[in-house]
Every structure is written in structure tokens, then in C-alpha cells.
């Protein structure tokens, strides 16, 4: 079955750092890609998508290439701000299903 | 503009009791799905729903859960005679049909039971 595999965390950065969020899957056919982020005391939010290999999804600053070869979507962010300090969730769809298959998530915490 | 709204936030239950958790899709959005957190892991499947109708519940359990989704008011998640093992976290999600299969879905902050 389809499965998503992340990053174990928390990961501690301080502000301006680079950050990476590494993300594996296996799937059946050509999944969809996507990340959702959820902050603290909300619900999961869709931040940005890849429908096809080579696209590459951005939205706030961050980015996350559909690499087919490796079955990856590594989630990037040249500058982390304090602010993004959240939960990053992996996740795709695949076939005809309707669901999403998420990842285990990884806890991001920003330092001033 | 009102999101996902789910209630209760938390809600703590005995062994043996029924728990029953209520979401309200975003306006306009009439497909809502079931999520499950367990503790340290990710979100699990668990049912899809449109008006009057079950989708796909090939995630929800054999037994004890069931969930609706009626013409009118909200979509409830059912879980008759709780054990320990039902305290998760339960997201709501819903989509507008036209997003269905884009995969992009709007969540509510969650119902998180707790079962003593």
C-alpha cells in the first residue's frame, strides 16, 4: 500500500537558518505530493502541492520538488522565521483514492 | 468566512461509554472526511462522506465506529463503548467537489478524546 515516510524530529533551528524536512514515499501510479503544515492550536493547513515529476510546489517561502528517480519531496526554506514554528505533514494521493496517506510529521521549533 | 468547525475540542469519556464527535464542513464544501492522530503518529483515514452517503470507509474499524453525514447538520463521528485505545486525536476535513480529487482538503483544529 501507499506510505509516506519523514523526517523524524522535533527539529530545533534558530531564526535564519536553513531548513530541510525529508520526505520518502512509495506509492502506486503517480501520486500527488503535497505538505501541510499545522500550527499550534489549529487545524492542518495545505501548503503547497506537486501533481507531476519535476514540479516543484512554493508557497511562504518554501519549496518542495517532485522527484520521481528518488521518490522524494524534501521540504526546504532558505530563511526559517520564528513564525513557522508548526508541524510539517507529508502527504500524498494516489489512483482513484480520495484520501490522503500522511507522514508521521515532523515538529519544527524556531528560536529568536 | 468560518473554516471546519468541530466540537467538542476535548472530550474525556469512561470505558464503556459512547463518544460522539461533530463536524461542520466549510460552506460550500459537501464531501467531509474522517481523520485519526494517535499518539506519535501521523494522520489515519478513516471515512469519506457526501450528503446521505458513505464513500469509502475502508478505514474505519469493524466495529463499535460509524459515522454519518445527514442532509442536514453536521457530519458525526460515532464510537459506541470506548476503550483506551480510541484516545486520538479526530480531525474533520471537507473538500469541494471540484477539489475532490486534487487532494487538497480543509481541516477543523480536532476533537481530542480521551478515554480513562
Known amino acids: 500500500g501507499d506510505s509516506v515516510t519523514q523526517m523524524e524530529g522535533p527539529v530545533t533551528l534558530s531564526e535564519e537558518a536553513f531548513l530541510t524536512i525529508n520526505c520518502t514515499y512509495t506509492?502506486?501510479?503517480?501520486?500527488?505530493l503535497f505538505w501541510y503544515v499545522q500550527y499550534p492550536g489549529e487545524g492542518l493547513q495545505l501548503l503547497l502541492k506537486a501533481t507531476k515529476a519535476d514540479d516543484k510546489g512554493s508557497n511562504k517561502g518554501f519549496e518542495a520538488t517532485y522527484r520521481k528517480e528518488t521518490t522524494s519531496f524534501h521540504l526546504e526554506k532558505g530563511s526559517v522565521q520564528v513564525s513557522d514554528s508548526a508541524v510539517y505533514f507529508c502527504?500524498?494521493?494516489?489512483?482513484?483514492?480520495?484520501?490522503?496517506?500522511f507522514g508521521s510529521g515532523t515538529q519544527l521549533t524556531v528560536l529568536p | 468566512n468560518a473554516g471546519v468547525m468541530q466540537n467538542p475540542r476535548h472530550l474525556v469519556r469512561r470505558r464503556g461509554q459512547e463518544a460522539r464527535l461533530r463536524c461542520s464542513p466549510m460552506?460550500?464544501?459537501?464531501?467531509v472526511y474522517w481523520y485519526r492522530q494517535l499518539p506519535e503518529e501521523g494522520l489515519k483515514f478513516m471515512v469519506y462522506?457526501?450528503?446521505?452517503?458513505?464513500?469509502?470507509e475502508s478505514g474505519m474499524p469493524k466495529e463499535r465506529f460509524s459515522a454519518e453525514f445527514p442532509k442536514e447538520g453536521p457530519s458525526i463521528l460515532r464510537i459506541q463503548q470506548v476503550v483506551r485505545g480510541d484516545s486520538a486525536a479526530y480531525f474533520c476535513?471537507?473538500?469541494?467537489?471540484?477539489?475532490?480529487?486534487?487532494?487538497?482538503?480543509?481541516f477543523g483544529e480536532g476533537s481530542r478524546l480521551t478515554v480513562l
Open positions: 476535513a471537507s473538500s469541494s467537489p471540484g477539489s475532490t480529487n486534487t487532494g487538497e482538503l480543509f
Open positions: 460552506k460550500g464544501h459537501s464531501h
Open positions: 506509492a502506486t501510479g503517480y501520486p500527488s
Open positions: 462522506l457526501q450528503k446521505e452517503n458513505i464513500i469509502d
Open positions: 502527504a500524498l494521493t494516489s489512483g482513484s483514492a480520495r484520501q490522503l496517506t
